[in-house]
């Protein structure tokens, strides 16, 4: 589990090769986690919903919020593809995700396929 977020850490930019399925869905659970536990412990310190700004405090906030939220995308979206990769596919099948509801569901499906032997490797 450690090992799988900290691979996703370092190759946040690597869109080449692969990903295996703990490679993807580790990182995934602990992102949501720790998004969560952050969220609830950011707005009971401001006092208020963290897109409310009343100050320069709120506003510095909100922006860091925008770029660990940015950094974060990026490094999504990097193990997204090479996962595709993985199940031997182009990661050009990330732009399914463009189809409301029924390209979210296909890209789950894609996510938690098995491994192939890929030529990416």
Same mark, same amino acid.
């Given at each position: 589990m450690i090992e799988s977020y900290k691979r996703y850490w370092k190759q946040i930019g690597v869109f080449s090769g692969t990903a295996s399925r703990p490679d993807y869905w580790?990182?995934?659970i602990i992102n949501y986690v720790l998004g969560v536990i952050f969220a609830v412990i950011l707005?009971? #310190?401001?006092?208020?919903?963290m897109n409310d700004i009343y100050s320069w405090k709120d506003l510095n906030v909100d922006l860091s919020v925008k770029i660990i939220g940015f950094v974060v995308f990026i490094a999504n979206w990097? #193990?997204?593809v090479r996962r595709l990769h993985d199940t031997n596919r182009s990661g050009w099948w990330i732009l399914i995700?463009?189809?409301p509801v029924i390209g979210w569901i296909w890209m789950f499906i894609l996510m938690i396929l098995p491994s192939k032997k890929s030529r990416w490797n």
């Amino acid at each position: 589990m450690i090992e799988s977020y900290k691979r996703y850490w370092k190759q946040i930019g690597v869109f080449s090769g692969t990903a295996s399925r703990p490679d993807y869905w580790w990182p995934a659970i602990i992102n949501y986690v720790l998004g969560v536990i952050f969220a609830v412990i950011l707005q009971n #310190v401001l006092g208020h919903p963290m897109n409310d700004i009343y100050s320069w405090k709120d506003l510095n906030v909100d922006l860091s919020v925008k770029i660990i939220g940015f950094v974060v995308f990026i490094a999504n979206w990097s #193990v997204k593809v090479r996962r595709l990769h993985d199940t031997n596919r182009s990661g050009w099948w990330i732009l399914i995700e463009i189809i409301p509801v029924i390209g979210w569901i296909w890209m789950f499906i894609l996510m938690i396929l098995p491994s192939k032997k890929s030529r990416w490797n």
